[in-house]
């Protein structure tokens, strides 16, 4: 081999690892991209679309943190990110990551479309030796390239944000997520995570929008420093505007004869004119991307000021666009889509014209929600102190939520029928890594309250969750509390299940000591669980003195907070493996709920002393002990009335002779509190 050959074939070794002559992506996708049969209408090179190019050179440039991306269907986004991910691994050789909204997303996203996309994209074949071959570096979950590495993984559990160290993220279909990935925060968030320490950092997000007030990708582009749509001129006045669908009432957008398709132009917001589609794409080249401040976006990708000035790019930009702007949808086909989507809503069926909505007009569905106003709420609170017991209440239960920094807590009392007043609301500063923070707790678990007879009442069952970064502390903390009604829970947030269902044992690893079987986990059904309660939130406000059954009593002293956290989530419609099913999610990402969730511990404590059982006779009892008719502010304190219940002799009669002798409560009795382990069954 001659001094010429080996120079070629070091030459061509290096070549991989040369710096490449900068360009934008949609510079580098006009080159290199390609568009597969399998995911494809047409094989065949690519060519962007007019709109399709300033939000590619947004994706490329160094400047922009993140990408956000609200978009009808049939607009081309996945084919963009596809396009992203092999200019980012080709050309600028940075680590990636995507998420899809489930593990099976990610593995068909995989096969369909990273896949074929670097089987035929020839520049990739010189980053991607792997490809066609049995490696660890081409699986399901990872492609290793020459210089970077991009990650595939499904969005619903938090460990799969976890480990990961990259320069550009993607969110795919974000609507499509759990707004709050397993109590340990939103997939934004998460995912952000990882990123962090980049040179350049890099977060796009795109989706189809989904339900109004609860859109992931709605609330990013409200937060966007500028949000862009794409104006056309019109091909009769020349004025720029955004192309929209319009309505009966207004007079732009898209308007047919009769029920005819065929006949739909769109009208100017500016001249009124209608202009067809053939009309439109005579102008659509000529279209730009205009903010909602006049900052807009030339054809080399650069921000301008509205006087035209080169202007620093924003930290972060929104972009929408919906089908009518793409050449492959014909207008009359969205036309006709609209009136078989109208037909079914006039019979009731709305569901089709809520996929039009979300997956043709690129908008958020706003649909009628069971929820609860925290004003209205407020308005009804009643001039009772905190920490102490109105007359009414008979019993007093806790929930408690474990925050990486505090713990949250609510004390409900209980009166008959589940009659319910807050009795206290507590927001401990902690650190339940911290023994000295659990002894806190278990002080505070031991107050006593006043109770308006004179009588003294302490918390009589509590509920703590387990969920979160504190699980094996909540269990210790839990085991060793022997004599108190203390429960460790876990919610299940799927219709049916019931507020008290099973418990299992767990193991329990506390300083490195494994403890087998060492508590019970109960179950609780957080979805039957609200729906109770928001039905108890309906309930017309009874006559002065009067006691009803279910009612919510309010305190005047509790905070606004509170308020806000119990009503921070709305019943709506989301579709399973099952079909659609009803679900409580929280009104915006981010909320906090924890009052919420605290009160739903707190019921299922009540469902532990088997309260919801109860019989007129049982309630009579139980006043008799807690509120007698000789009351005396210096008696003797009463720590807990279900305790005292319990001491009354088997043969004390009972107030009502047709309640059958097993209602009556003896001291033996363990399964008067609805524990069949004992009641101290956790």
Not at 167 to 175: A, F, T
Not at 259 to 273: A, I, M, S
Request: glycine fraction near 8%; hydrophobic fraction near 35%; charged fraction near 25%.
């Amino acid at each position: 081999m001659d001094l010429s050959e080996i120079q070629k074939a070091i030459t061509k070794g290096l070549s991989a690892l040369a710096a490449p002559t900068p360009m934008s992506l949609s510079s580098w996708a006009a080159e290199h991209f390609y568009l597969s049969a399998e995911s494809s209408y047409v094989e065949q090179k690519w060519q962007a679309f007019p709109y399709q190019v300033a939000i590619l050179d947004a994706m490329s440039n160094d400047d922009i943190e993140e990408v956000v991306f609200i978009k009808s269907a049939r607009v081309g986004y996945t084919k963009m990110i596809l396009a992203a991910m092999g200019y980012f691994a080709h050309h600028k050789r940075r680590n990636q990551a995507v998420w899809q909204p489930t593990d099976e997303d990610a593995d068909d996203f995989v096969k369909t479309e990273v896949d074929t996309m670097l089987r035929d994209v020839a520049a990739m074949a010189t980053v991607f030796p792997a490809f066609m071959q049995r490696s660890k570096d081409n699986t399901m979950r990872k492609k290793g390239f020459l210089g970077s590495t991009l990650h595939i993984r499904g969005g619903k559990a938090a460990k799969n944000y976890r480990r990961l160290s990259v320069d550009v993220i993607y969110l795919d279909e974000l609507d499509g997520f759990d707004s709050d990935v397993e109590k340990e925060g939103s997939p934004v968030v998460l995912s952000r995570k990882r990123i962090e320490g980049a040179t350049f950092p890099k977060q796009i997000l795109g989706s189809t929008p989904k339900l109004k007030g609860f859109s992931l990708i709605e609330g990013r582009s409200e937060q966007a420093e500028q949000r862009f749509s794409f104006r056309v001129p019109c091909p009769h006045c020349g004025g720029e505007h955004v192309v929209r669908w319009g309505g009966k009432d207004k007079p732009f957008g898209f308007k047919w004869q009769g029920d005819d398709p065929g006949t739909v132009l769109h009208y100017c917001p500016l001249c009124g004119e209608g202009y067809s589609q053939a009309d439109y794409l005579t102008v659509w080249r000529r279209g730009r991307w205009v903010s909602e401040t006049g900052m807009w976006i030339d054809l080399d990708g650069r921000f301008r000021s509205p006087e035209g000035e080169v202007v620093r790019a924003p930290r972060s930009v929104s972009f929408w666009v919906w089908t009518a702007y793409s050449e492959m949808t014909p207008w009359s086909q969205i036309v006709r889509e609209f009136l078989s989507a109208q037909a079914k809503a006039k019979k009731g069926d709305t569901s089709e014209l809520k996929t039009f909505v979300n997956t043709t007009l690129g908008e958020t569905w706003e649909e009628d929600v069971e929820k609860a106003d925290h004003e209205q709420l407020k308005a009804r609170a009643e001039p009772y102190a905190l920490r102490t017991l109105p007359m009414g209440v008979l019993a007093v239960t806790a929930g408690i939520d474990v925050q990486d920094d505090r713990f949250e807590i609510v004390v409900w009392g209980w009166g008959e029928g589940e009659e319910s007043w807050p009795v206290d609301y507590q927001v401990l500063a902690a650190n339940p890594a911290s023994e000295a923070s659990w002894d806190q707790l278990d002080a505070y678990l031991k107050t006593t309250y006043p109770h308006a007879s004179g009588q003294v009442l302490g918390i009589e069952a509590a509920a703590i969750d387990t969920g979160g970064h504190f699980t094996h502390q909540v269990y210790n903390f839990v085991r060793t509390r022997g004599g108190q009604r203390l429960y460790a829970v876990r919610g299940e947030p799927a219709a049916g299940k019931p507020i008290k269902g099973r418990a299992t044992k767990q193991d329990i690893n506390y300083k490195g000591v494994m403890v087998k079987r060492g508590v019970r986990l109960w179950h609780v059904g957080t979805d039957t669980a609200k729906d109770l309660l928001f039905g108890r939130l309906k309930l017309s406000t009874p006559e002065p003195g009067q006691s009803m059954p279910g009612f919510v009593h309010f305190s005047d002293q509790l905070p606004v907070a509170f308020y806000e956290q119990l009503t921070a989530e709305v019943r709506v419609i989301q579709r399973t493996p099952r079909g659609e099913e009803h679900r409580w999610v929280k009104r915006k990402s981010g909320a906090r709920n924890e009052v919420l969730d605290c009160t739903v511990y707190a019921m299922f404590a009540a469902y532990c002393l088997d309260l919801h059982r109860y019989t007129k006779p049982m309630w009579d009892r139980l006043r008799e002990r807690v509120a007698p008719r000789q009351g005396d502010l210096l008696s003797d304190p009463l720590p807990g009335a279900i305790e005292q219940l319990l001491a009354v002799p088997a043969e004390a009669p009972a107030t009502d002779s047709s309640v059958p002798e097993a209602s009556v409560p003896t001291a033996h009795d363990d399964n008067w509190l609805g524990d069949t382990d004992g009641w101290l069954g956790r």
